[in-house]
Each structure stands twice: as C-alpha cells, then as structure tokens.
C-alpha cells in the first residue's frame, strides 16, 4: 500500500494563478480530508469529504474548492492564490469512525504534504 | 463545537528523564476521542497515541502514555525516559462524537530533548 499520497511536494505560484493539489489513497477509506499548517496555528481543516460525491466546509474554506469524484481520489483547487495561502498542505484519509468498534476512533492517516509559496 | 488547548509552544527535557505534554479540551459530547500526532523536522505526521472518553484505563504505547483526566478535560501525553529522537512538534487532536468531521487540532508544543 502507498497509503496517501500527495504531488506536487513543492510548488511556487504567483498571485492570481490558479493550480490544484493532488491527493489519493489506496486504503479504500471513505473519510478524506484537507488541511492547512501555518507556524503557530496548528493544523486547520479546508474541507473534507465522507464518501464520494459528498464534501463540506471545515474552518478556512475561502478560497478552495474541493470534489470527491471517486473513493480514491480528493483534489484541492486554488482558484486565485494569494500570498495568504502560503502553507503547508497536508491531505488525511481515515475509516468511518465505528467501523473499528469504537465509536470515535478516527484516526487520520496523512500524506507527506505540500509546501506551497504564493508570490 | 470542540476545542483543544495547548498551553506550551516549547519545552526542554533532558535526555533519558520524562516529560509531559499539556492538553486541556473543550465539548459538550459525552462520546470523543482524544489523540496525540508526532510531527518530526521532516514534516510527517505520526500516529501516537489514542483514548476513548469512556476507556477507564489511561492508554498506553511504549514509552508514550496518556494522563486522561475527564473531569479536568485533559488528556496530558507522558513520554518517559526521553530519547534525542523525541524532539519534535506535538499535536493533541479531537474526534467529535458523531465521528462525521476531521479532527480538531491544537496548535501544538515544540519539544527539544537536550543531550
């Protein structure tokens, strides 16, 4: 299993341009995530997904879109980057809590992340 | 909605000596669970440790263990006899009870173990 994977590693915009952030799992989990890592602020959700065809807004969704076409597959769009989206871009998947026996075990499964620099 | 506090950006132990890490949390849920992620220079994310809000024995992983405090709302992460490979952001995180969102972050306490 490649687990979650993310590309590209590294990215450098200008503002204004638009670009999308590649996210997929091979674990067949249902739940997939977007997050962003800013210096002190920890890690802060975009959006997220729970199941395809069904996504919703975390805490800082301006300026993203997301879609959830397949199982695998969770793609985060920029539509115009901006300097405030400079970040660390961490993609998450994880079972549907409860299916582990545990009724709020959801433990995230990251991908290695995306360091983004919007000039 | 919940909250996760982490009160200490920075902490320094001594090799082979434990430290504790603090997280205080905030949910009107009586169902969550409460998890500790390893963040290294590199940048992964690393599983570490987990605790129900119904378990009545504190978790334990190794070295890792998990002071959980209901009544308090904290669930403090105990490394034990600290190695140089411990240095490292730590994350305490939240699952709400409907375990139908992501986890809730805090913001995390960098931690330097010093030879």
């Known amino acids: 299993n490649a687990g979650v994977t993310q590309t590209p590693k590294f990215q450098v915009l200008k503002t204004g341009q638009s670009m999308t952030l590649q996210c997929a799992q091979d674990m067949n989990h249902e739940y997939m995530s977007w997050y962003r890592q800013d210096p002190g602020m920890g890690l802060r959700l975009i959006h997220y997904s729970v199941g395809a065809g069904i996504t919703d807004q975390g805490e800082v969704p301006n300026g993203y879109n997301v879609s959830r076409s397949t199982t695998e597959d969770f793609p985060l769009r920029l539509l115009s980057a901006a300097p405030s989206q400079t970040s660390v871009y961490f993609c998450?998947?994880?079972?549907?809590?409860?299916?582990?026996?545990?009724?709020?075990?959801?433990?995230?499964?990251f991908g290695p992340g995306t360091r983004l620099t919007v000039l | 909605a919940q909250k996760i506090t982490q009160t200490q950006p920075g902490m320094f132990v001594q090799e082979k000596e434990a430290v504790t890490l603090d997280c205080t949390y905030d949910?009107?849920?009586?169902?969550?669970?409460l998890f500790w992620y390893k963040q290294p220079s590199s940048g992964e994310m690393i599983f570490l440790i987990y605790q129900g809000s119904y378990d009545e024995q504190n978790a334990t992983e190794g070295r890792y263990s998990l002071n959980f405090q209901k009544a308090r709302k904290s669930a403090n992460l105990v490394i034990s006899a600290s190695q140089l490979g411990d240095s490292a952001m730590y994350f305490c995180a939240m699952s709400p009870s409907s375990g139908n969102t992501p986890l809730v972050f805090g913001k995390g306490t960098r931690l330097s173990v010093i030879a």
């Open positions: 998450a998947s994880s079972t549907r809590p409860g299916t582990s026996g545990l009724s709020s075990y959801n433990e995230q499964f």
């Open positions: 949910t009107s849920d009586q169902s969550y669970g």
